[in-house]
């Protein structure tokens, strides 16, 4: 079955800092790979979604992430962090052939002034 | 607001009592899942429709749970004799029958079991 991992359960960074969030996936076939993020007492909202038209995605608030086949990873990075990026990071992937997603166990992110 | 829809947003109930929660998705979209997420963890699947028909369950869904979606349009998730370990918030998503299926996600219901 697939798996998701994600380093680091807690990432400080301090505003104007680099964000980076880690996801690793298990599978040998790439599949289709997502970030989600979700503030506190909401649902998750889609930041970028990977489905192999590119390797380098971009999505909202001026996230992206990499798709590396040869590292199975799929990492989330934004130049400068900002103090309302601070919220919980997850990472999905969903196989082909398959319609759930299987989701890492989030990375929350706090942001220092 | 058109986004996905679930009812209600918070439950409290003594344990052995039988809760029901409803998810109104996007109205095009004919793809609807239920996850549950418990404190700390990343969302875990319970269940799949493709318009009606419930076409996957995960091992994760009891005997006590049960999901309908009777036209098609919005779903129910039923808990029968609640326990404690049900505590967690319940989330619906919906989507398209598009290739990567990109699937938007409700608010969440959370559940309290006393």
């Known amino acids: 079955a697939q798996s998701v991992t994600q380093l680091g359960s807690h990432v400080s960074v301090s505003e104007g800092a680099l964000v980076l969030l880690r996801c690793n996936y298990s599978?040998?076939?790439?599949?289709?790979l997502f970030w989600y993020v979700q503030y506190p007492n909401q649902g998750l909202q889609l930041l970028l979604k990977?489905?192999?038209?590119?390797?380098l995605v971009k999505g909202i608030n001026g996230f992206e992430a990499e798709f590396k086949k040869s590292e199975t990873s799929f990492h989330l990075t934004k130049p400068s962090a900002h103090m309302s990026d601070a919220a919980e990071y997850f990472c999905?992937?969903?196989?082909?052939?398959?319609?759930?997603?299987?989701f890492g166990s989030g990375t929350r992110l706090q942001v220092q002034p | 607001d058109t986004g996905v829809s679930q009812d209600p947003r918070h439950k409290i109930t003594k344990r052995g009592q039988n809760v029901t929660f409803r998810c109104d998705p996007i109205?095009?979209?004919?793809?609807l899942y239920w996850y549950r997420q418990t404190l700390g963890q990343g969302p875990e699947f319970l269940t799949y429709?493709?318009?009606?028909?419930?076409?996957?369950k995960s091992r994760l869904l009891s005997d006590r749970f049960s999901a309908e979606r009777p036209k098609g349009s919005f779903s129910t998730l039923e808990i029968q004799r609640t326990e404690q370990g049900d505590s967690a918030m319940y989330l619906c998503?919906?989507?398209?029958?598009?290739?990567?299926?990109?699937?938007?996600f409700g608010p969440g219901t959370r559940l309290t079991v006393l």
């Open positions: 998503a919906s989507s398209l029958g598009e290739l990567t299926n990109e699937q938007f």
């Open positions: 599978s040998s076939v790439p599949p289709y």
């Open positions: 990977y489905t192999s038209a590119a390797t």
């Open positions: 999905a992937v969903r196989d082909t052939g398959r319609r759930a997603l299987t």
């Open positions: 109205s095009e979209h004919n793809r």
């Open positions: 429709f493709q318009n009606e028909a419930q076409l996957e």
